[in-house]
């Protein structure tokens, strides 16, 4: 399967602790996006990230990419009750002119 | 908000209705897209338009049919669906077609097929 798969399938941490999901493909790609869905919403993009980079920041967002291992991680900081959400990585792949989402991390931030 | 939106963001039809969802976007984009979302499934891509032709058919059955009237607007129209076409139906807008540009989301309609 081309899609990034997403681990941990859930995570639940207190409010104020730092929350690290990671993203795992099998190809080749041009980039890499994170979105965030709240419950029976939309997505919403918070970072892509290109083959070529390594490390990308947004406020309390880090994202990390290692074509090597092909992998990546989302690192939230600081994390908040509003942070509660599932996380999807989508894979952009050479040849393909669609994105690949996987099947998400939910993350549960208790107060 | 995203700016791009969705009517109904409920539906619950039976097998034998024909309904459509509708999908306006007020960003400019060039290209628009339907997904479904089921539950312990990735989010999968049905349909996408680039200026307003239809430029990708993920192997949808027939019983789904997109429309594409200008580039702000797209439909996808039901008929004689199954249950397990209840899913969450998410419409999505980029500025162009293309992997390497984020996806802009409306909240969906969550439909349920009696």
């Known amino acids: 399967s081309q899609q990034g798969e997403e681990d941990p399938q859930a995570l639940s941490i207190q409010e104020g602790e730092n929350a690290t999901m990671n993203c795992s493909y099998k190809t080749s790609i041009n980039n890499l996006q994170w979105y965030r869905q709240n419950s029976g919403r939309g997505l919403v993009h918070l970072i892509l990230?290109?083959?070529?980079?390594r490390e990308k920041h947004s406020g309390r967002l880090r994202v990390t990419l290692d074509t090597s291992k092909k992998s990546s991680s989302l690192l939230i900081t600081a994390s908040r009750a509003a942070d509660t959400a599932s996380y999807f990585c989508?894979?952009?792949?050479?040849?393909?002119?669609?994105?690949?989402f996987g099947q998400g991390t939910r993350l549960t931030i208790n107060p | 908000e995203t700016g791009v939106t969705q009517t109904p963001r409920h539906l619950v039809m039976g097998m034998t209705n024909k309904k459509s969802l509708k999908c306006e976007q007020h960003?400019?984009?060039?290209?628009m897209y339907w997904y479904k979302q089921s539950a312990k499934k990735p989010l999968e891509l049905m349909f996408v338009?680039?200026?307003?032709?239809?430029?990708e058919n993920n192997s949808v059955p027939s019983r789904f049919s997109p429309e594409c009237p200008n580039s702000s607007h797209l439909f996808l129209h039901l008929h004689t669906l199954q249950p397990e076409d209840s899913a969450l139906y998410l419409c999505?807008?980029?500025?162009?077609?293309?992997?390497?540009?984020?996806?802009?989301f409306g909240s969906g309609t969550q439909l349920s097929v009696l």
């Open positions: 999505a807008s980029s500025q162009v077609w293309d992997i390497d540009v984020e996806l802009f």
């Open positions: 960003l400019g984009h060039n290209a």
């Open positions: 990230i290109r083959s070529n980079e």
């Open positions: 989508a894979t952009g792949f050479q040849g393909a002119q669609k994105l690949v």
């Open positions: 338009y680039n200026f307003k032709e239809q430029t």
